[in-house]
C-alpha cells in the first residue's frame, strides 16, 4: 500500500508541475522570398537569427524564386516579407509597407572558355563598356573576334575560335533589371529597355541565336558552367559558389576591374543617392579609381504595423541583417555591408517595421 501511495504521489506532484509550466510557446514561421541575388546572404543570416535572436520564438525561411515572385507574393500576402533588386511598377500593396536596403553587391560576368592552350582564360578577358553590350546583343558571334582584340592583347593568342553562347535569366529578375539599367547607361541604342524580363529586352525583342536561360542566379551560373563559350551575368556571391572565373569589366577611369567585395565596395561608397524610401538611384559612370562599374543594392520588403508574430518576426529579421548579419558575414558571403547615409536610411525604414 506504502508503494503505490508513493507512487501517486509522486505522479500527482508531475502532473501539478506540467499544469504550472503550461504549454510550451510555438514558434512562429517566418516565411520569405523574392530576389536570388540577395539569396545567398539572406539565408545564411536566417541561418544565424533562427540559431541566436529568433531562437525559440521566430523560424525565418527565405526561397529563392526571383525578385517578380517576390514583389507579387509580398503583395499577395504569400511572404511575410520579401526580397527585390527592383521596384514595383504596378501591383503594389495595399496595406502599408516599405523597402529596406539590407545590402550592396555587384553583378559579376563569369565566362566559361578554354583558351587554345587547352586552359580556362576567362578570368583574363578584359570586357569593354561597348563590347559587353554586344556581346549581350549577339553582335560578337565567337571570343576571337577582333572587336575584342584591343582590349585583350595579352591573351589574344589564346583566344579561340569558340562561339559565344549567352546565357540569361530566364525569370523576371531585379538581376535582369540592374543589369540592364547599366547596359543601357552605356549603350541605349543597343538596349533600350529596362525590364525585369530579359527575354523581350534583346535587341529585336528576341533573345540571341546562340543563347542559353536559366531560372534565377543559380541557374544561370549552372548553364555558364557546363558550356564552353558561355557567358552570364550573377551576383558575385553565385560566382563565388561555383568557383567561376569572372571578366574584368571597364569603368570609368578606363581601368578593366574585376569583381571582388573590394572593387564594389569603393563603387558602392560614391553612391549616396537614396531616396526617404529608401531605394538608391544608381548612377553607372562614377568615375572612381579601383571601382568595379556593375553595383547594385538588394532591398527587403517589410510590413508596417501589421501587428501579427509573423510581421514582427520578420522586422526582427531585417533589423537583424542590417544592424548584425550584414557587418560579419557580408563580405565573406560576395556581398557589401551598408554604410552611411544608405545604412542610416536602412535602420530608419526598418524601426518603422512590425
Known amino acids: 500500500m506504502r508503494r503505490i501511495l508513493t507512487t501517486a504521489l509522486a505522479m500527482g506532484v508531475a502532473a501539478a508541475s506540467l499544469v504550472a509550466a503550461g504549454p510550451a510557446q510555438a514558434q512562429t514561421t517566418v516565411a520569405g522570398g523574392g530576389a536570388s541575388f540577395s539569396a545567398i546572404f539572406m539565408q545564411e543570416c536566417a541561418k544565424d537569427f533562427n540559431a541566436g535572436p529568433g531562437a525559440g520564438r521566430s523560424v525565418v525561411q527565405y526561397a529563392s524564386v526571383g525578385s517578380s515572385a517576390g ?37 559579376s560576368i563569369p565566362i566559361n572558355l578554354k583558351g587554345t592552350n587547352g586552359r580556362p582564360i576567362g578570368g583574363s578577358i578584359n570586357l569593354s563598356q561597348e563590347n559587353l553590350a554586344k556581346i549581350f546583343a549577339g553582335q560578337i558571334p565567337t571570343w576571337n573576334n577582333s572587336a575584342l582584340k584591343k582590349d585583350n592583347e595579352r591573351i589574344w593568342k589564346l583566344m579561340p575560335n569558340t562561339p559565344v553562347t549567352v546565357v540569361y535569366r530566364a525569370d523576371g529578375s531585379g538581376t535582369t533589371n540592374n543589369f540592364l539599367q547599366y547596359l543601357n547607361g552605356w549603350r541605349p541604342d543597343i538596349f533600350g529597355k529596362v525590364q525585369n524580363d530579359m527575354s523581350t529586352a534583346f535587341p529585336g525583342g528576341n533573345p540571341p541565336v546562340n543563347s542559353l536561360s536559366g531560372p534565377q542566379n543559380a541557374g544561370v551560373m549552372g548553364q555558364v558552367a557546363l558550356k ?98 550584414g557587418s560579419q558575414r557580408a563580405s565573406a558571403l560576395g556581398y557589401v555591408p551598408l554604410e552611411g547615409k544608405i545604412l542610416d536610411t536602412a535602420k530608419t525604414l526598418a524601426a518603422k517595421l512590425g
Not at 574584368?248 to 526617404?276: D, R, Y
Open 228 to 325: 564552353d563559350g558561355a557567358i552570364g551575368y550573377v551576383d558575385l556571391g553565385d560566382a563565388l559558389k561555383a568557383n567561376a572565373t569572372v571578366a574584368n569589366v571597364q569603368n570609368t577611369a578606363g581601368e578593366f576591374v574585376k569583381a571582388t567585395t573590394a572593387s564594389i565596395a569603393k563603387n558602392l561608397a560614391e553612391q549616396t543617392n537614396v531616396s526617404p524610401e529608401g531605394l538608391v538611384t544608381l548612377n553607372y559612370k562614377v568615375n572612381a579609381k579601383g571601382a568595379y562599374p556593375i553595383g547594385i543594392f538588394t532591398y527587403a520588403l517589410g510590413r508596417v504595423g501589421g501587428g501579427t508574430p509573423a510581421s514582427t518576426g520578420s522586422a526582427d529579421f531585417v533589423k537583424y541583417m542590417i544592424n548584425t548579419c
Open 71 to 107: 514583389l507579387r507574393g509580398f503583395a499577395n500576402g504569400t511572404y511575410a516579407f520579401g526580397g527585390t533588386d527592383a521596384a514595383y511598377t504596378t501591383g503594389k500593396p495595399t496595406f502599408p509597407w516599405s523597402y529596406v536596403p539590407i545590402a550592396g553587391g555587384g553583378i
